[in-house]
């Protein structure tokens, strides 16, 4: 899979322009705060999720300007496809091969991306949501059904809690819980099922990757857990029978608390460098060693399970990593379609792009 042409009109501070990247790797330099990360996530929103730096729609459109418009031509399975995504009035519509989708989430699964950004660090740094947000996301290129069944359980779930804080005042109304736990089990099993599913797939390579990144001088492991008495080895079924059991064994504390305060809402994802916790333990350049080894091992199950390679974007990846470091990264890119910033140019590269207030030039003299 591959970006043949990139469009933008009207997008932040980025001058309306179309842009051809070459099928490797494209090195896109500048100083900071030009807009290079922009172009990143233009790339990135054909996925059809939401901006990988949190914004909202409404802050995607340049200023003085009421609307924007992105165009993707690339190449997928040997045909040519396009994407087009509108964004006006606080929302995004996209257009996919000349056909208008009602939500933009209809394209998740049509071209295939992963990001890496510095803001990622976050993803060792901080709590379970981050952690949830990163499995949840991967799992959502690879089965677009994923998120339907995402969507779904955050439904019951604050249907559930609405009721736990009815139950505090009318408290003939908790003969109806059963209905609200059965079915926040039942969804809460194939999410749980799905997770444990892929972070055995993901642990392989992300070991290796770390191996690799560390010169084999230190270990990464990754430990899926769930946010009720299950574990990773448990069917779908036995997953829904812990779960109910556990939210039946938790009623009363759930009814005092208003809210639910067991399931997979609660998962987390235990990242490990030499059997200790990164979060608590590991050091700026191990964490984010450890990100870097997950998001390249996100890429190859994600290309397994696709059949073809997915675009790889890195923001400001290699700032923070000596010169050996760099080299082993670039090199495990082989064959991939890569874009990534950076302040000054790479070596070698082929074809690289400047970037300065928005306007994007081809870079002379490398």
């Known amino acids: 899979m591959f970006v043949k042409s990139l469009s933008f009109e009207n997008y932040r501070n980025l001058k309306n322009t179309t842009i051809m990247p070459t099928e490797s790797i494209n090195v896109i330099c500048g100083d900071n705060a030009q807009g290079k990360t922009n172009l990143l996530e233009c790339v990135w929103l054909f996925t059809g999720g939401r901006s990988f730096r949190g914004s909202k729609d409404s802050e995607l459109i340049s200023f003085g300007q009421n609307y924007a418009k992105i165009q993707l031509c690339f190449n997928s399975c040997n045909r040519d496809q396009t994407i087009e995504i509108n964004i006006k009035n606080g929302r995004r519509s996209a257009i996919l091969n000349d056909v208008p989708k009602s939500y933009v989430s209809h394209i998740i699964g049509v071209f295939c991306a992963v990001v890496f950004s510095p803001d990622h660090l976050t993803l060792v740094k901080n709590g379970p949501e981050e952690r949830r947000n990163f499995i949840d996301g991967a799992l959502c290129q690879i089965k677009p059904s994923y998120a339907a069944a995402l969507t779904k359980y955050k439904r019951i779930l604050n249907e559930r809690n609405a009721l736990l804080k009815d139950i505090q005042k009318h408290r003939e109304l908790i003969d109806t819980l059963d209905i609200w736990n059965d079915r926040l089990a039942c969804e809460g099993a194939l999410i749980s099922y799905e ?10 390579p992300a070991i ?19 946010g009720f008495n299950g574990n990773e080895n448990m069917t779908r079924e036995e997953l829904r029978n812990s779960l109910l059991e556990s939210l039946r064994k938790k009623q009363n504390d759930d009814i005092y608390a208003g809210f639910t305060t067991t399931g997979v809402h609660r998962d987390d994802l235990t990242i490990k460098i030499n059997g200790y916790d990164a979060k608590n333990f590991g050091s700026q350049g191990q964490q984010r060693s450890a990100v870097l080894a997950m998001k390249l091992a996100e890429a190859t199950v994600l290309g397994n399970e696709k059949g073809e390679k997915p675009v790889i974007l890195l923001d400001d990846v290699l700032s923070e990593l000596d010169p050996s470091r760099q080299d082993y990264l670039l090199n495990r890119l082989d064959g991939l379609q890569v874009f990534i910033t950076c302040c000054e140019p790479i070596i070698n590269a082929k074809n690289p792009i400047h970037i300065n207030k928005g306007e994007i030039t081809a870079l002379e003299g490398t």
């Open 195 to 204: 997770r444990a599913a892929y972070i055995k797939k993901l642990s392989q």
């Open 208 to 226: 290796q990757f770390y191996d690799g990144i560390s010169d084999g001088k230190e270990q990464l492991l990754l430990e899926y857990k769930t």
